[in-house]
């Protein structure tokens, strides 16, 4: 893990949250907050400092500028600074609070006090340098949909899942709090397998019901024999589109499909992507600029 962490702050109309959300996600940061006061927004976001120097952020700034110019909004004000690693845990856990997703969830962060009769399910997390706290549209979407699939009784039958890229854990855990039997989740990053696994642990959930692993799809194949009844997959857009082929390694007959992290100005080429490779799209979800693909086999 980094000893210095690049701390970026970003002041800015809230018409322009969004962008700059998937801004600094496409640029590798690997947590962001954000508070609205009085008309304004002010995102944080931090990137190990290995992973980007002056010039990166100056590069960075300059593309909000002109993501914002784009937008016909006035630009943002974007600061950054180096701070060492106490510094960057303290400054990330005073931005995120308990937040409600959906009908039945409470994403609770892991240095809070337990509640002791909490209304909805508890799924406690500390996503550490993973991406994926709750706060962002695509993974509000994403648990939503799965609500609507899975329901908060466990299924008469065994329901397997694949979470493709699972950050912090936080769709696995959903999934099976929901009542999935069995989850397999990959990462590429080694940080985020650590917070997933550790995030399992918090929960508690057996290491059984959820399996964590390094790698993608190849990495998935190894792991169980068959098809999954439905794949997990919130990334960026690009890589969703590489990553669609390959899906049929994994997927049966009745397999279902949750995808999020893509943009409205993406979802055609997703769309049409999806056809060609035999997916039906059962219903397509909204939130802000972003959009939840809820898919099924054709």
């Given at each position: 893990?980094?000893?210095?962490?690049?701390?970026?702050?970003?002041?800015?109309?809230?018409?322009?949250?969004?962008?700059?959300?998937?801004?600094?996600?496409?640029?590798?940061?690997?947590?962001?907050?954000?508070?609205?006061?009085?008309?304004?927004?002010?995102?944080?976001?931090?990137?190990p400092e290995e992973e980007g120097q002056?010039?990166?952020?100056?590069?960075?700034?300059?593309?909000?500028?002109?993501?914002?110019?784009?937008?016909?909004?006035?630009?943002?004000?974007?600061?950054?600074?180096?701070?060492?690693?106490e510094d960057w845990a303290s400054s990330?856990?005073?931005?995120?609070?308990?937040?409600?997703?959906?009908?039945?969830?409470?994403?609770?962060?892991?240095?809070?006090?337990?509640?002791?009769?909490?209304?909805?399910?508890?799924?406690?997390?500390?996503?550490?340098?993973?991406?994926?706290?709750?706060?962002?549209?695509?993974?509000?979407?994403?648990?939503?949909?799965?609500?609507?699939?899975?329901?908060?009784?466990?299924?008469?039958?065994?329901?397997?899942?694949?979470?493709?890229?699972?950050?912090?854990?936080?769709?696995?855990?959903?999934?099976?709090?929901?009542?999935?039997?069995?989850?397999?989740?990959?990462?590429?990053?080694?940080?985020?397998?650590?917070?997933?696994?550790?995030?399992?642990?918090?929960?508690?959930?057996?290491?059984?019901?959820?399996?964590?692993?390094?790698?993608?799809?190849?990495?998935?194949?190894?792991?169980?024999?068959?098809?999954?009844?439905?794949?997990?997959?919130?990334?960026?857009?690009?890589?969703?589109?590489?990553?669609?082929?390959?899906?049929?390694?994994?997927?049966?007959?009745?397999?279902?499909?949750?995808?999020?992290?893509?943009?409205?100005?993406?979802?055609?080429?997703?769309?049409?992507?999806?056809?060609?490779?035999?997916?039906?799209?059962?219903?397509?979800?909204?939130?802000?600029?972003?959009?939840?693909?809820?898919?099924?086999?054709?």
């Open positions: 893990m980094a000893n210095s962490w690049w701390e970026i702050a970003v002041l800015c109309d809230p018409a322009l949250e969004d962008i700059i959300f998937w801004r600094l996600e496409d640029f590798g940061c690997r947590g962001t907050a954000s508070e609205i006061k009085d008309n304004t927004c002010l995102i944080w976001a931090y990137l002056l010039l990166d952020m100056a590069a960075l700034s300059v593309w909000m500028r002109q993501d914002a110019l784009c937008m016909e909004q006035q630009p943002p004000i974007v600061k950054w600074d180096l701070i060492d690693e990330w856990k005073q931005h995120w609070q308990p937040l409600e997703v959906g009908e039945g969830f409470l994403i609770y962060p892991a240095w809070l006090p337990i509640p002791e009769k909490p209304e909805r399910t508890l799924l406690r997390l500390d996503p550490g340098v993973a991406f994926g706290t709750g706060t962002h549209p695509t993974t509000q979407l994403c648990l939503e949909s799965l609500e609507m699939r899975l329901g908060y009784q466990p299924p008469e039958d065994n329901v397997v899942v694949a979470d493709i890229g699972c950050g912090s854990g936080i769709l696995s855990l959903g999934a099976v709090l929901l009542g999935a039997s069995k989850v397999y989740a990959v990462d590429v990053d080694p940080l985020a397998v650590r917070a997933a696994r550790a995030n399992r642990k918090l929960n508690p959930i057996p290491p059984g019901s959820m399996l964590v692993e390094k790698g993608s799809i190849d990495r998935l194949k190894k792991m169980f024999d068959g098809p999954v009844d439905g794949i997990l997959c919130n990334i960026l857009a690009e890589v969703i589109v590489d990553l669609i082929p390959q899906m049929d390694a994994i997927a049966g007959p009745t397999t279902w499909g949750v995808l999020s992290g893509i943009l409205l100005d993406q979802a055609k080429p997703i769309a049409d992507t999806l056809e060609q490779h035999d997916w039906i799209v059962a219903a397509l979800w909204k939130r802000e600029d972003w959009c939840c693909f809820n898919i099924r086999r054709s």
